[in-house]
T-cell receptor, first 113, second 114 residues
């Protein structure tokens, strides 16, 4: 079963606007990651935030993490048509080692010209 | 560097058959993970291999198995296929030393069971 729920399920904006996606999860985590998936293809890693971090930036991406609320948000600023894709949050819990990502349900972002 | 390569890209199988999917990781990556993606259940973790050993396992029945070879290439096998096994199967590789090394995904194998 999926740990994460993402909101909204779908988002349609105009090029140049900002897009915000939210992710909630259920258990304590070691880190949270965001991935992008273009239709029918593999996922691309965007950004990772550790459980002891509150905010992280990478280019036009800004991620926040609130462990007390078990939630995260991804902000894409000045969106472009090429940002059209599905976005997933994924959480990593502490294990004996290695990755065992639990993915959210995803947000479908459409950026229109 | 070449990316993660999954073969075949598409597969059509009949209920009851078995199937083997292949994944070649990025050179130097020692961890390979497998995920199943369906419209109903989303992305679900199957298992992870590191240096030929299964390090983590998801909640899938024993019909789903995998292995990793000494060159880090991995195969996933599904026996006695069911209609519900129709999905996009994604392989991902990483350096694998910590949980903070990002996963690099292949484009997947789309399996259709009829």
């Amino acid at each position: 079963s999926q740990q994460g729920e993402e909101d909204p399920q779908a988002l349609s904006i105009q090029e140049g606007e900002n897009a915000t996606m939210n992710c909630s999860y259920k258990t304590s985590i070691n880190n949270l990651q965001w991935y992008r998936q273009n239709s029918g293809r593999g996922l691309v890693h965007l950004i990772l935030i550790r459980s002891n971090e509150r905010e992280k930036h990478s280019g036009r991406l800004r991620v926040t993490l609130d462990t007390s609320k078990k939630s995260s948000s991804l902000l894409i600023t000045a969106s472009r048509a090429a940002d059209t894709a599905s976005y997933f949050c994924a959480t990593n819990i502490l294990t004996g080692g290695g990755n065992k990502l639990t993915f959210g349900t995803g947000t479908q972002l459409k950026v229109e010209l | 560097k070449a990316g993660v390569t999954q073969t075949p890209r598409y597969l059509i199988k009949t209920r009851g058959q078995q199937v083997t999917l292949s994944c070649s990781p990025i050179s130097g990556h020692r961890s390979v993970s497998w995920y199943q993606q369906t419209p109903g259940q989303g992305l679900q973790f199957l298992f992870e291999y590191f240096s030929e050993t299964q390090r983590n396992k998801g909640n899938f029945p024993g019909r789903f198995s995998g292995r990793q070879f000494s060159n880090s290439r991995s195969e996933m096998n599904v026996s006695t296929l069911e209609l519900g096994d129709s999905a996009l199967y994604l392989c991902a590789s990483s350096l694998g030393w910590t949980q903070e090394t990002p996963l690099h995904f292949g484009n997947g194998t789309r399996l259709t069971v009829t």
